[in-house]
């Protein structure tokens, strides 16, 4: 089990690896809720097993679904999962005076599919997180389930929210805004098919938003009927190791993923031929050429051979922490020379060094400066077990890179399961 603390060193000679991934976080919860409105059982296969996707299993347990997890000989952080749907029926609800509790954790993914998913039930359920999830944004999607015709109580529009659920209404029409965050769009469409609504999706970009597209092709070819479906593994995990592989290129390092994620589904593939295959960029999008996968880019920047804009940052803002301040922070702890301008964050190329490095309970900010510890000595990071949210093996992958991670109060290096998270 990790410490709250851990040094992370360099390795000592150029890394030869290949790195095997646990499975997307956002194809398994996704995949997840569309197998609980399936007519029959679905097996989910190299499903990833970890505190977003466990929030969403237990989240269905409760609800009355019957969910079998088994291991996954293949990567440890995986499991198989079958969910016997119930055929676009929600077997356990609750009354106006007990309401039926839902506890999702930091999950913004459980949060927004479960609030669509007890639409469709018969009854009353309250859903509620941890503190910051009680601070992340909620009102498009509860102002849209509204127009559909459901009740949706919260006193200011954030979790916890007590919401109605009055089972399908065919033909019932809603307009939904991806401002602040596709997940809104994404729940209504995976609950459409039961549902029955018309669903109008508005926003900046709105037809080519890739975690939209990424739900309405699983909608499409997901095995309704039961059957089987593959969760490929996860792109933005994969982007620290593309990462890395970068990082170190001058040293001979070969870092290969094993399999790539191929699907075209998640928009963080495109972190691999972005960063090794074409010439680094004077600037990239949040919106048009990376997801979160932009946060491994941001740290990679002070090697950049020129300055570097990443620009359109305002979802990261509202995210697990606000991740543009953060990461403007600590990287200037490390020594890079960092603006922020609106939701802008421009980057000089230049000599960085060793930090103690804040994690603000965000997974994506301990596994990218983690990552800048191959080639940086002096990277400490705190409560690195934050990163049990998406990626509860990461530094047990780290160490098959050669990075030696140690206990700073004692010197002692960290193996096994010392290396888990949670």
Request: with cysteine; charged share 15%; aromatic share 6%.
């Amino acid at each position: 089990m990790l410490p709250d603390l851990i040094a992370i060193h360099p390795p000592a000679t150029p890394p030869h690896a290949t790195i095997v991934l646990p499975g997307s976080k956002s194809l398994t919860n996704r995949a997840l809720m569309l197998a609980a409105l399936a007519d029959g059982a679905v097996t989910l296969h190299g499903a990833l097993w970890s505190e977003d996707t466990q929030a969403m299993t237990h989240c269905l347990s409760t609800l009355g679904f019957t969910v079998e997890v088994t291991p996954d000989p293949g990567e440890p952080a995986n499991r198989t999962i079958t969910v016997h749907g119930c055929g676009g029926r929600i077997p356990r609800a609750g009354t106006p005076d007990a309401p039926l509790e839902l506890f999702v954790e930091n999950a913004g993914t459980a949060a927004r599919f479960l609030a669509a998913l007890v639409c469709l039930g018969h009854g009353t359920y309250r859903l509620s997180g941890i503190p910051r999830m009680h601070q992340r944004p909620q009102a498009a999607l509860f102002h849209a389930l509204r127009e559909l015709g459901y009740t949706v109580e919260t006193p200011n529009d954030f979790l916890p929210a007590v919401i109605t659920g009055t089972g399908p209404r065919p033909g019932a029409r809603c307009t939904v805004s991806v401002s602040e965050s596709s997940q809104f769009a994404s729940a209504l469409i995976l609950g459409q098919r039961t549902g029955g609504w018309e669903i109008e999706v508005t926003g900046a970009n709105a037809d080519e938003l890739p975690y939209v597209e990424m739900t309405r092709r699983l909608a499409a070819t997901f095995p309704w009927h039961g059957g089987t479906y593959n969760i490929e593994p996860d792109a933005s995990g994969a982007s620290y190791f593309w990462g890395a592989q970068w990082l170190l290129r001058d040293s001979g390092a070969c870092i290969t993923i094993a399999p790539e994620p191929q699907s075209g589904m998640q928009a963080d593939q495109h972190f691999r031929r972005l960063m090794l295959e074409e010439p680094w960029r004077p600037a990239y999008s949040r919106n048009t050429d990376l997801a979160d996968s932009i946060m491994t880019a941001i740290v990679l920047s002070p090697f950049a051979p020129g300055v570097t804009r990443f620009t359109d940052l305002g979802r990261l803002r509202v995210q697990e922490c606000e991740r543009v301040a953060a990461l403007r922070t600590e990287l200037t702890k490390c020594g890079a020379a960092v603006s922020e301008s609106g939701d802008t964050l421009t980057i000089q190329p230049g000599p960085v060094h060793g930090a103690r490095i804040a994690t603000y309970n965000d997974h994506r900010m301990a596994m990218c400066f983690a990552m800048l510890a191959l080639r940086v000595p002096g990277i400490e990071i705190e409560h690195p077990a934050c990163v049990k949210k998406t990626f509860p093996n990461f530094f047990a992958k780290l160490a098959a890179l050669g990075a030696g991670i140690t206990y700073p109060a004692t010197g002692s290096a960290l193996s096994g399961d010392a290396l888990l998270a949670g």
